[in-house]
Structures are given as structure tokens and as C-alpha cells.
């Protein structure tokens, strides 16, 4: 059975059985409405650290040596770490609304009917967060994690990065997506990423060489220690050491971090102005963000622009919930509306379509398409980290995570299956 079939039929199954037990379980259970809620454990919490209080690890440790018990603090305090550049909000946070009771849905799962403690007891979710329009449904924090902790991204930043190329394309900065990636950074010209347009580079398609599948001796660890060793020699030199050319570009997908290393390279000298600075001013600073977000950078000032955001798990909803909304938040556009629209979507027919690129899973502008009749999307960060959006009942699921393994796993395919009951629970009004 296909995976996309098997997902529907578990968030599906059994809905007159759902519809007889929402009684049981109650579909809005808390009367003290939809509070963060905070807990000291989580799934396998001795393995992770609990009796050491999930410890930070004292430096960086590349992820292929992450232990287990490390992974909670590495991934919520990935901020004492590294040399962050701050993305500042503005003055005046615009706080987000609450329902007045919590969200207690059910969803079919391996032949049993499961509520959202049963998913929680059995991932390692650090912090779980629902939302429709401007109001929160749920949000809980595992681990002893916070509202006021910010956690890393890592892949989710690639959106990110692809939503400030649609800004600094309506301003002109970037006058086409058919240019090569060296007529905004110079510093690339003679090599094969620099002759790759940026739309490629946008939908995953350079055609060059890379393998990134998180084996050991991967091209993305290799990528990553040219980019944060102390005798890193800088990003240019980081992504020219990938100059083979395996197809030409725009034909082939291939997933790969140095794409988007290029797309930051491209953006920041465009803009004339590192990609946190220009993301605060675009855009966090006018989502009414409630907290500073922050990003790491390399040795050479550049910011890492394949990962390593670090943000809120409400502010990481507001950034969902403007794209729900085309882009738009606060009476404003802050992402032009056809950009997102082009981001978030793929032609039936295209090579990136779900059904042709995977069987329920499509690729846009740096941000992977959901299988199905509407348009749905996600960011996607390894380890679980999740963003998923849906823009016809501006539903968004923030989900942060530490699970074991970096590639995506049957995990994955539970959160799909909680995700889908939601939608169906609560996408009506």
C-alpha cells in the first residue's frame, strides 16, 4: 500500500468510531482554555537527560556525535552555543488570542484510536503548538522546556530564506530567478553554483553533485565543518568544494543544503545587508514577534542560511500563520502574495508535484508540498522539527522535537495522521 494511501486511511479510520468517542475524551477538554502547558518529562525522559536537567552541552557538537541525553539542550538552548545574530522584534508585540478551552482531538493510528497525550508519550516532542487565524488551540512543552525558549529550526530556515528571496525580488534587489547565482555574488563566478540560476537552487534542482542522507561521510557534514570549523575558510570556499556537475540545472531534484547555502550568498549580497537584519525589518519585526529570534553565522559574519534559526514556539506560529495567510499579517503583505502562492504550490504536471516527486510529498521554493486536492505545505528540519500549514482554514501545527534518527521515520507518518485529524476536527466553523 503507498504511504499517502496509508496515511489517510489511518487519520481517517473509523470516523463514525472518532464522532462516538469525542464524548469520551471530549473535543475541548480544558475549561481553563488553551494555556501553555508545561511538563518535566516527555517520551524516554531518563535517556534524554532528565536526572542531569537535560543538560546544554559546554560547545558544539556536530550531529553525527550528538548523544542522545545532549539533544534537549543542544536543541532549546542552541543559542548559548554558537554566535548568534540577533533578528530583534519590534517594540510592541502583538499578543496572540486563546480559545477559551483547549483542543483534544482524536486521530486513527496502528489500529487504535489515539488522543494528543498518547502522541506526546510516545515521541520525543519538546513543544507542540496548534493555531487557527490568530488564536492558539494548543501549546505544551515537554522536558522542562518554556514558553521563553527559543528553539533551533534547522531545515525550517530554509523557508525562511526562500520567503526573503520573494521580498527582495519585488524590491528589485534580485531582478530574476533566471539569473545565475553570480551576478549577485561575484565571489561564486567560475564555478558550477555560480552558474546555477536561482530558481534551480530554489526547487532543489542545481544538478550538482551532492549527497545529502545524513550517512556517515555525507556531503552535508562535510559542508558543515567547512562552515563552522575554526579554520573555515568561508562560504564561498564552503560551496565551491562541491563543483561537479551530475545534470544540468532546473532537470533533476536532489536535496541539498549547499543550494540554499548559495540562495544565502545570493541574498545577502543583494540586499547588501546580512539575512538577519533583513528579516527582522521585513518581516519578524512586523509579525509582532514576542521575542528576538536569532541566527548562526560563520566564522566570516555570514549567516548559516541552510539551518540554525532559533526562534519561539509561538513565534515560530506567527511565521506559519502569514503564510496561512498568503503572505499577509497585521493588515499587511509582508511576503508578496503570488511569491508564497508560487512557493507553496506545484503544477500537476511538474517534476516537483507530490505523486511524481515522492508519493505524498512535493517540493516548491524551499518548502515541501503535501499530497491531496488543496494546497497544504510544511518546513521540514531534521530530528522532527515541523511546520505545517494549512491556508484554507489557516490551520498551523508547530511541532519541535529530538528524535534519534536525522531522516524522516514512521514518526513522521503518525504526526501526518494526528495532522489530517485536526484538520478535519476542527477546520470547520
Avoid at 468517542?21 to 525522559?45: D, E, K, L, M, W
Avoid at 542531569?52 to 552541552?57: D, E
Avoid at 520525543?124 to 494548543?138: E, F, N
Wanted: net charge neutral; hydrophobic share 45%; proline share 6%.
Amino acid at each position: 500500500m503507498h504511504l499517502h494511501r496509508r496515511i489517510f486511511l489511518n487519520s481517517a479510520a473509523g470516523l463514525l468510531v472518532l464522532l462516538a468517542i469525542q464524548i469520551q475524551y471530549g473535543c475541548a477538554a480544558r475549561a481553563q482554555g488553551a494555556v501553555p502547558v508545561f511538563s518535566n518529562t516527555g517520551h524516554a525522559a531518563e535517556a534524554y537527560g532528565a536526572s542531569n536537567g537535560y543538560p546544554v552541552p559546554p560547545a558544539i557538537i556536530p550531529l553525527d556525535k550528538l548523544t542522545l541525553d545532549l539533544m534537549v539542550g543542544y536543541y532549546s538552548h542552541y543559542d548559548l552555543l554558537r554566535p548568534l545574530r540577533a533578528v530583534p522584534t519590534s517594540p510592541g508585540p502583538i499578543a496572540l488570542k486563546r480559545a477559551a478551552a483547549e483542543i483534544a482531538p482524536v486521530y486513527g493510528y496502528d489500529g487504535r484510536i489515539k488522543t494528543l497525550a498518547d502522541y506526546l508519550d510516545a515521541h520525543p516532542v519538546t513543544g507542540l503548538l496548534i493555531a487557527r487565524d490568530d488564536t492558539i488551540l494548543y501549546e505544551h512543552y515537554r522536558y522542562g522546556r518554556t514558553d521563553r525558549d527559543r528553539f533551533m529550526s534547522q531545515s525550517m530556515a530554509k523557508t525562511v530564506v526562500a520567503m526573503l528571496i520573494g521580498i527582495a525580488i519585488e524590491e528589485k534587489a534580485i531582478k530574476s530567478i533566471d539569473d545565475p547565482a553570480s551576478v549577485y555574488a561575484a565571489d561564486l563566478a567560475g564555478t558550477e553554483f555560480g552558474a546555477t540560476p536561482i530558481k534551480a537552487l530554489l526547487q532543489m534542482s542545481s544538478g550538482i553533485d551532492y549527497r545529502e542522507t545524513y550517512l556517515p561521510d555525507d556531503d552535508v557534514y562535510k559542508l558543515g565543518y567547512a562552515l563552522f570549523a575554526p579554520d573555515s575558510k568561508g562560504p564561498i570556499a564552503a560551496v565551491a568544494q562541491f563543483n561537479t556537475r551530475a545534470a544540468p540545472p532546473g532537470i533533476r531534484f536532489n536535496y541539498s543544503s549547499a543550494d540554499t547555502e548559495v540562495l544565502g550568498l545570493v541574498l545577502s549580497r543583494a540586499v547588501k545587508m546580512p539575512i538577519a537584519e533583513y528579516l527582522s525589518v521585513k518581516i519578524w519585526s512586523r509579525l509582532g514577534a514576542e521575542a528576538d529570534a536569532a541566527w548562526d553565522i560563520d566564522p566570516s559574519g555570514q549567516e548559516v542560511a541552510y539551518c540554525c534559526m532559533v526562534a519561539t514556539l509561538r513565534d515560530w506560529a506567527r511565521f506559519a500563520l502569514m503564510l496561512a495567510n498568503d503572505g499577509a499579517w497585521n493588515g499587511q503583505q509582508l511576503v508578496p502574495r503570488q511569491w508564497v502562492i508560487d512557493a507553496t504550490s506545484a503544477a500537476t504536471d511538474s517534476r516537483l508535484a507530490p505523486g511524481r516527486l515522492s508519493p505524498i510529498l512535493g517540493y516548491g521554493y524551499q518548502t515541501w508540498i503535501s499530497a491531496g486536492e488543496r494546497r497544504r505545505f510544511s518546513m521540514i528540519g531534521i530530528h522532527g522539527q515541523n511546520i505545517l500549514v494549512d491556508p484554507v482554514t489557516k490551520i498551523v501545527l508547530v511541532h519541535t522535537a529530538v528524535r534519534p534518527n536525522a531522516a524522516p521515520s514512521s514518526s513522521g507518518v503518525e504526526l501526518s495522521a494526528l495532522w489530517y485529524a485536526v484538520l478535519a476536527q476542527y477546520g470547520q466553523r
